[in-house]
């Protein structure tokens, strides 16, 4: 089965640019997270869906950011505009439905952001 | 405020050696699981464990999870340079990991 599949894996824009990312999760995970990776702050929980439905988006650094899910095998993150603070790896992870409650994620490789 | 705190931060020691990483917290988790992450990939899945004092071993590596579930570790047997990569522990609570900051592992040949 393929994995949590992303794209771009690389992105370099200019600041005030819209950049939208993309995911698609393992097919019949229930829950989508979004994380965003820098050395300072480490792993960072951005926002997390649970069938196609945002459950926590306390993690959004500001308006600037927005996720949608449309569909179980799509999601979206957007920054507009973009700026140099924004340079980060951004990561979609998938996660089933676990009756265990181990709440075991799934990484795809991540998108390289650079805001110039 | 990090709920779990892993240490070290970074360990570089010599290949054949042996090595513990630790993850605590003063939370109960419901799920604890250890990550390896290399560089430009994502984090990979190594184990989960979800009982307290639960021992499960990958080949020369050891987990462990704290009876009152609240820590964990992870001991590295005879460490080769393949195990190099940022290793990180992360809680099970409310469908969300909390995750630890990551040890920085690097194994010399």
């Not at chain 1, 690389?10 to 990312?21: A, P, S, W």
């Not at chain 2, 009982?51 to 820590?71: M, P, S």
């Amino acid at each position: 089965d393929a994995g949590v599949i992303q794209s771009p894996r690389h992105e370099v824009t200019e600041m005030g640019q819209e950049v939208t990312l993309r995911c698609k999760p393992i097919s019949g995970h229930d829950y989508l997270f979004w994380y965003r990776q820098t050395m300072m702050r480490g792993l960072e929980l951005l926002i997390y869906f649970n069938n196609n439905v945002p459950i926590d988006d306390s993690g959004m650094p500001e308006d600037r950011f927005s996720a949608k899910m449309p569909n179980a095998s799509f999601s979206t993150l957007k920054i507009q505009p973009s700026e140099p603070r924004d340079s980060a790896v951004y990561f979609c992870a998938s996660s089933p439905l676990d009756r265990r409650s181990t709440y075991e994620q799934y990484f795809g490789p991540g998108t390289r952001l650079t805001v110039t | 405020t990090q709920l779990l705190e892993q240490s070290p931060q970074f360990l570089s020691i010599q290949e054949g050696e042996n090595l513990t990483v630790y993850c605590n917290s003063s939370s109960v988790f419901s799920s604890l699981q250890w990550y390896r992450q290399e560089p430009g990939e994502g984090p990979v899945l190594l184990v989960t464990v979800v009982t307290g004092g639960e021992v499960k071993k990958l080949k020369r590596l050891t987990f462990q999870f704290g009876d009152a579930r609240k820590d964990s570790s992870l001991h590295i047997t005879a460490a080769q340079p393949g195990d190099t990569g940022l290793y990180l522990c992360a809680g099970g609570r409310n469908y969300q990991l909390i995750w630890g900051a990551g040890t920085k592992l690097i194994i010399k040949p």
